[in-house]
């Protein structure tokens, strides 16, 4: 049993008990949240897809903690001109534990 859901933009597979690394969230570490942008159902075997989203599915989940991503470098550089720029970022992560699944 699985569901597809979107969370800030960005769609991911949640079933209960599945730890996701999202995009950092407004809650306080301990919070519950609620995300009812449900897109996908699957049940035994049994697929329910939304159009967009299916009604009355949701997923409960607890913010476990606010974390930073590794770095990601940027390195650019045009030959023979003597141009080298070295750019680093690091996201801005959000650890939640999927607690409930209803559908």
Known sequence: ???????????????????????????DEGASVSFDRVLLTENGGQV????????????????????????????????RKGYQKLNGHRQFLTQIEVTDVTF
Do not use: C, T, W
Not at 3 to 16: P, R
Not at 59 to 78: P, Q, T
């Open 48 to 79: 329910k897809v939304g159009s967009p989203v299916v009604k009355g599915a949701s997923v409960n989940a607890k913010v476990l903690r606010h974390l930073k991503d590794d770095k990601v470098l940027v390195f650019k550089k045009k030959r």
């Open 1 to 27: 049993m699985f569901v597809i859901v979107e969370i800030a933009g960005q769609q991911f597979k949640a079933e209960k008990g599945r730890k996701l690394y999202v995009h950092r969230l407004r809650e």
